[in-house]
């Protein structure tokens, strides 16, 4: 089963995914993130019981950096690659 | 590897497990990727219930010795959520996944058949 408390993270920003799953959650969740600033920290909740893989999955396409995750919780640091130095 | 039939077409997901198990055997590493009707092949009882008969092993047979040669299934999750099934309810060794993960092993280069 899920833990339901928040972990102890700093987030800038939360995204719920609320009931919906797979295909769903990918692609309102880019429509969230498309226009947000490189190195936001996104905290995402999704109760899809996919997302402990599906999620990793979609970081690594994506290259947003999956920091922690703790079902349903997941804390994304937004294409950190590209924050200019 | 996708199989979409189980209740529908026990044949197919026969088949599909036949393939997948010749994958595995080959030493792919191989995914089985469950939707539609196809999730029930990661429901024991339901799998229990799809026999062909001979030349084909039973079909939980094929599901059970696939992961043991540590074969990959994926089972789709708005089809389980659809059809009232639940992780609880999966074989050991069948993990609820959807259209992200499906799609990061297609686009690694996986060659793919579908059932």
């Keep these: 089963m899920t833990t339901d408390t928040l972990p102890d993270w700093e987030f800038d920003d939360e995204f719920d995914g609320g009931q919906e799953t797979c295909g769903r959650v990918i692609v309102n969740l880019y429509l969230y993130i498309r226009d947000q600033p490189s190195g936001r920290r996104l905290l995402v909740i999704s109760r899809d019981p996919g997302a402990p893989v599906e999620l990793p999955a979609w970081c690594r396409m994506t290259r947003n950096k999956l920091a922690a995750m703790q079902h349903p919780y997941y804390l994304i640091i937004l294409k950190p690659e590209l924050i200019e130095r | ?115």
Aim: proline share 5%.
């Design chain 2, 1 to 115: 590897m996708t199989i979409t039939h189980c209740k529908t077409d026990g044949d197919k997901a026969t088949l599909g497990f036949v393939v997948a198990n010749a994958a595995q055997g080959s030493e792919k590493e191989t995914l089985v990727f469950l939707s539609s009707d196809g999730v029930y092949c990661a429901v024991p009882e339901e799998m229990a219930k799809i026999n062909e008969g001979g030349p084909f092993a039973p079909l939980k047979d094929l599901v059970e010795k696939f992961i043991k040669a540590g074969g990959k299934i994926y089972v789709c999750t708005p089809c389980m959520k659809k059809r009232g099934i639940t992780e609880n309810d999966l074989i050991e060794g069948a993990t609820p996944a959807g259209g992200a993960a499906l799609v990061e092993w297609l686009s690694n280069g996986s060659p793919s058949v579908a059932y």
